[in-house]
């Protein structure tokens, strides 16, 4: 009888041990199962290792020429490379439009330049040539360049010039834009 009773108990540790280690299985595969959805969410989803991001700022200053009612608008464009894959940038554009006085009195709309084909552009430069600003080519993690555009614009009381720079490449599209007073540097 003795016997029988260990048996019995040898059976029921060796169905218990089998049953735990099934348990132990599917706990030890869930945990990779999440742990891999984890990491896919944290590296991948949220991080973007591999996004192409920038940055950029830019400025503007006037600058009184001793000709008379003439003066010089700088833009100022700096472009960062804030990610953590190397872009490239093929083209520059750099427009400006002037803006009267009766569109600053209106408050109410918006002035979106380069959407109205009525409103008069002043200029427009493109750049594509790698030596033409230092803007365009590639750009590594963490690398920046920066450059002025100069232009001369005539001197109207109280108007007002934005000057636009678009710098576009394979996966890059980036609008600069800064306005200014013309030929006031008091109130820039």
Same mark, same amino acid.
């Given at each position: 009888?003795?016997?029988?009773? %260990? ?13 735990? +280690?099934?348990?132990?299985? =599917?706990? !030890? ?7 891999? =959805? ?5 590296? =991948?989803?949220? /991080? #973007?290792?591999? !996004?192409?991001?920038?940055? *950029? ?8 020429? $001793? ?7 700088? &833009?100022?464009?700096?472009?960062? @490379?804030?990610?953590?894959? $190397?872009? /490239? ?5 750099? +427009? ?16 979106? $330049? ?8 002043? =200029?427009?430069?493109?750049?594509? @040539?790698?030596? *033409?600003? *230092?803007?365009?080519? %590639?750009?590594?993690?963490? +690398? /920046? ?11 109207? $009381? ?5 000057? &636009?720079?678009?710098? %576009? ?5 980036? #609008? /600069? ?12």
């Amino acid at each position: 009888m003795r016997r029988f009773r %260990t048996q019995l108990n040898k059976h029921a540790f060796s169905k218990a041990k089998d049953i735990l +280690e099934v348990i132990k299985y =599917v706990v !030890e595969i869930l945990a990779i199962v999440i742990a891999g =959805v984890w990491a896919y969410s944290k590296y =991948v989803k949220i /991080e #973007k290792p591999l !996004e192409v991001r920038s940055a *950029s700022t830019g400025y503007l200053n006037w600058t009184l020429l $001793p000709t008379k009612n003439i003066c010089l608008a700088n &833009l100022g464009v700096t472009i960062k @490379n804030i990610g953590t894959s $190397p872009f /490239e940038i093929k083209k520059v554009v750099v +427009e400006s439009w002037l803006i009267n006085d009766a569109i600053l009195k209106s408050v109410d709309k918006h002035f979106l $330049p380069f959407n109205d084909p009525k409103k008069k552009l002043l =200029v427009r430069k493109e750049f594509l @040539n790698l030596g *033409s600003t *230092s803007l365009i080519g %590639t750009y590594g993690v963490d +690398e /920046e360049n920066s450059t002025d555009f100069s232009f001369t614009v005539k001197n109207k $009381p109280n108007a007002v010039v934005y000057l &636009l720079a678009s710098v %576009t490449g394979p996966y890059i599209n980036i #609008k /600069e834009g800064r306005w200014g007073f013309v030929c006031d540097t008091g109130r820039n």
